[in-house]
């Protein structure tokens, strides 16, 4: 998901005039004394990466603040949260970096929703962690607030001793005057720092002073994940809570008939049933009680409109959809003279499925509704969408209402909706006291918000050289920009459906690429690990395999000779050819294939190799992995992301799909949705291209790009081509 | 019903059904939410415990089933010498996310360690492939693995 337009956005962005006191020209940092001592620096995340500030029209906004404590601590309050992508370590390295501390120094809050203060302005001023964006929006911002504040730091301790700030350094959190051996810890001068004007401008690192940046750091939220001290969402336990499970229709859009409670009522343990226009809860002691009873609940549905829903249903809208054209989404010279012209056609049809979060922590919200206000406990990637959501289902103003936000057990985007928020407010409104309202993971997969199903259909005219010569591309699903961001839909165009079919690395003369959505009936969607490149890039990639096969040449040489204006792109296909050992003999079934993206802000090419047996199984034993995400912070973050994101996309591609009959999704449980475990796992090898480019996003990438990679390497393997996900073992059966 | 259920040394007396699993009394009833919920059919691992030193999932184990077995979880496993290795292997070799399914990774890791010292891979798959994490942290489980089982070479 990129989204760096928020032309009609009125959430204040970066810039400004002076109208302040201490408010830099720059106009995005502001110093004052902290509350109770110390230094507190403002921060305003940039409107975007180079974008000019409208000079004099937006009021100073700031959107992260670091706070130096008379006690040296240094508090980092982000609107980012901690889902495993290791965002808490990678922002507080930017900051240590320029402010001369160690990384232990900095402790991180999670902010308070306030979309004003919070905002992502790469996700048009949303409160919101995701799109593989937070690196990308604090890169320059967050350095820039740790330099100012060291800067200040050595003024106020060299006006106290009456020296040259020049003759004076900043390290390990004091400053130092050397040839006097005087030195004086940051937490005893902060006071006197808030007092010193603050500099117009100051010098940032160049990269071969980096102490921090670029070099392996460890997590920072480690220690407290391998001893059980960890508080996720589903671990809030305020005084007194009862916890609930709960049972919604299972056909989308149903409603609720009848229940007999009366043997549920009975189980011990259990204190309340709450009924809801299409759910029913079981409020008990402990969720052992809450589940039983639930269990013994008679429940009849209304399935309404949607009884007979089945995923064939919603394949046939989407092929229908692309009988007609679509919203242009890019075109490049003229497609039909090319086409016309060309030597070769080759013409395909793709589709994907629904696919699930199935995050490890099921959805989980704690909720207590009094009558004046409401706290709620949660893991969430959007805090103030999480206030908003409660504040509208109890009709309370959103400042009576008070958020506690958790550690997140996976994200994925699936806590970037509120769904679950409204529901346990729901129940809660029923309830005397303090619920948790807890899913069960049966309800996580069949409730989930999905990523959306796809059809594409694509075709490519190429000359007598095999050189394609025209590209054109039609895809229909559902758009999550146009319900979560409409701000961001804009006649048709979607910036994140069509992430990885446009401007794409290879340099085609003539393209076109058209977008038609389609919402399928009742079915609600969301983003998903990688989002609109989970689509996009498998398609791509496995189309322009084709085209390779189609004129018999080498995947790898047949994408090199169209990136002579891609020369990143063309340094990580190069790199992973010769990590990944290209075109050496396999053995009889087994494959290489390759894949090439340019999404997230980052350069990625791929290698995965498989091995097919003979009844049709996969095995992806290895994947390589060539990566430039520009400025590396942190190491040990990139490879571990990468690793993680491969796994993601190796789940999907085996086992990934989200079916629905009469209504219902078939899929409940880790039997009936596989995650891909620890045996079947590839070796990964990750190589990080050395670069001083701004840093592009890591969380997402790995995961678009290596599903292609499989049905390239599978096509390398038994020449079978798959344009359908998950993989079809029996497609792939060996005649016997 | 009142049962007695020893959990890392301390004798707790819990009054529930016994067909209650043993999950819901260590996380809602006592407190310890280190243990976590994941599927609640034995699919993922993510509420392995000890019973007597063997893993175990709580999620399917009856509180009735339990008798006198000495409960260990997370929360006292840096106690035993397997778990304290595991523990810090899983540091030196940063192999959280995040984190939500690494106790039961650590509790799955730390009962094969103290049963066989020096696990092979394919030891490792079957002691680690019941524990799923959606992050995908496996290579990391492994190498982790194998670091704590050198770690302890010098030792015993």
Redesign the interface.
């Known amino acids: 998901m990129m989204i760096q337009d928020r032309k009609t956005s009125p959430v204040p962005c970066a810039g400004g005039s002076p109208s302040a006191n201490g408010l830099s020209r720059r106009g995005f940092l502001q110093t004052v004394a902290a509350t109770g001592g110390g230094l507190l620096l403002s921060v305003s995340l940039p409107l975007r990466r180079g974008a000019a500030a409208p000079a004099g029209t937006v009021e100073f906004a700031p959107s992260a603040f670091v706070r130096i404590g008379n006690d040296g601590q240094i508090v980092l309050t982000m609107p980012y949260v901690e889902m495993g992508q290791g965002t808490y370590t990678s922002i507080s390295m930017l900051i240590a970096e320029e402010l001369e501390v160690n990384l232990a120094q900095v402790r991180l809050e999670p902010a308070p929703p306030n979309k004003k203060l919070f905002g992502n302005p790469f996700l048009a001023g949303e409160q919101a962690t995701g799109g593989s964006t937070a690196m990308r929006a604090t890169w320059t911002s967050m350095r820039e607030a740790g330099a100012t504040a060291r800067t200040m730091l050595v003024s106020a301790a060299a006006k106290r001793w009456n020296v040259d700030p020049a003759s004076c350094l900043a390290r390990n959190g004091e400053v130092v005057h050397a040839s006097s051996g005087r030195s004086v810890g940051y937490g005893e001068i902060a006071a006197d720092a808030a007092l010193i004007p603050m500099p117009d401008s100051v010098a940032l690192k160049q990269p071969k002073d980096f102490r921090l940046i670029g070099l392996q750091a460890k997590r920072l939220d480690a220690p407290a994940k391998v001893n059980g001290t960890a508080v996720f969402g589903i671990d809030a336990r305020p005084p007194g809570v009862k916890v609930a499970t709960l049972a919604q229709s299972p056909v989308f859009g149903g409603r609720l008939k009848s229940v007999n409670a009366t043997a549920a009522s009975a189980v011990n343990g259990v204190r309340q049933i709450v009924q809801l226009d299409d759910a029913v809860a079981v409020v008990a002691d402990h969720m052992g009680a809450a589940r039983k009873g639930l269990a013994a609940l008679a429940i009849e549905w209304n399935d309404g409109p949607n009884a007979k829903l089945s995923t064939q249903d919603i394949v046939d809208d989407l092929a229908r959809a692309m009988l007609g054209s679509g919203e242009v989404a890019q075109n490049i010279g003229d497609c039909d003279t090319a086409m016309a012209g060309a030597v070769t056609r080759v013409d395909a049809t793709y589709q994907l499925p629904f696919l699930a979060h199935a995050t490890m922590e099921p959805m989980n919200c704690t909720v207590h509704v009094r009558e004046d206000s409401c706290e709620v406990w949660i893991g969430s990637q959007v805090a103030e969408r999480t206030q908003a959501a409660a504040a509208r289902v109890t009709g309370l103003p959103l400042d009576k209402v008070v958020v506690h936000n958790h550690l997140l057990g996976g994200g994925f985007g699936r806590r970037l909706e509120v769904d679950g928020v409204t529901r346990a407010v729901q129940i809660a409104r029923h309830v005397q006291g303090l619920v948790k309202v807890v899913w069960t993971r049966e309800e996580d997969i069949q409730h989930d918000m999905y990523r959306p199903s796809w059809c594409d259909r694509l075709s490519a005219g190429l000359d007598g050289k095999g050189t394609p010569i025209a590209w054109t591309h039609h895809f229909a699903g559902s758009s999550v920009i146009a319900r979560f961001l409409p701000v961001a839909f804009n006649k048709g165009f979607d910036p994140d459906s069509t992430n990885g079919a446009i401007d794409l690395v290879y340099d085609f003369a003539n393209l076109r690429v058209e977008y038609s959505r389609v919402e399928p009936p009742g079915i609600p969607t969301a983003f998903w690990r990688s989002v609109g490149p989970s689509h996009t890039v498998f398609v791509v990639e496995s189309f322009v395999d084709e085209l390779a096969a189609a004129v018999q040449q080498d995947p790898v040489v047949f994408r090199r000779v169209l990136l002579d204006k891609a020369p990143r792109a063309k340094a990580v296909l190069d790199l992973v050819a010769r990590k990944s050992g290209w075109g050496r003999q396999l053995p009889p079934r087994a494959g290489r294939g390759v894949s090439l993206q340019f999404v997230f802000g980052t350069y990625m090419a791929q290698v995965a190799e498989v091995d097919v047996a003979s009844d049709g199984t996969v095995r992806v034993r290895r994947v390589v992995c060539a990566v430039d995400c520009g400025t590396v912070i942190n190491p040990d973050t990139v490879e571990a992301q990468i690793q993680g994101a491969i796994m993601f996309g190796v789940t999907a591609a085996l086992y990934g799909e989200i079916s629905i009959k009469d209504g219902r999704v078939q899929q409940a449980n880790f039997d009936s949705y596989r995650i891909l475990r620890m045996n079947e796992a590839p070796a990964v090898e990750v190589h990080i291209v050395s670069s001083q480019e701004p840093p592009g996003g890591i969380g997402e990438p790995g995961t678009s790009a290596i599903v292609p990679a499989i049905g390239n390497a599978i096509f390398a393997a038994t020449g079978k081509r798959l344009r359908k996900m998950p993989i079809d073992t029996n497609a792939l059966r060996q005649p016997t | 019903m009142t049962f007695a259920i020893k959990v890392n040394g301390a004798v707790h007396q819990v009054d529930?059904?016994g067909?209650?699993?043993l999950?819901?009394?260590l996380?809602?009833?006592l407190?310890?939410?280190?243990?976590?919920?994941?599927?609640?059919?034995a699919?993922?691992g993510?509420c392995t415990v000890h019973l007597d030193g063997v893993a175990a999932r709580s999620c399917i184990t009856s509180i009735d089933s339990i008798a006198d077995s000495k409960i260990t979880?997370?929360?006292a496993i840096?106690t035993t010498s397997a778990g304290a290795r595991v523990?810090q292997a899983?540091?030196d070799r940063?192999?959280?996310?995040?984190?939500?399914?690494?106790?039961g990774q650590?509790m799955s890791a730390s009962a094969l360690l103290s049963s066989n010292p020096t696990p092979t891979d394919s030891d490792?798959?079957?002691a680690?492939?019941?524990?799923?994490?959606?992050?995908?942290?496996?290579?990391?489980?492994?190498e982790a693995i194998k670091h704590a089982a050198q770690s302890s070479s010098g030792e015993d």
């Open positions: 529930v059904d067909d209650t699993p999950l819901w009394v996380r809602d009833v407190g310890m939410t280190g243990t976590k919920f994941g599927c609640g059919m699919l993922c993510a979880t997370i929360e840096g523990q899983w540091l940063e192999v959280v996310q995040c984190g939500y399914c690494q106790s650590i490792i798959d079957d680690m492939s019941g524990n799923i994490c959606r992050c995908g942290t496996y290579l990391r489980i492994r």
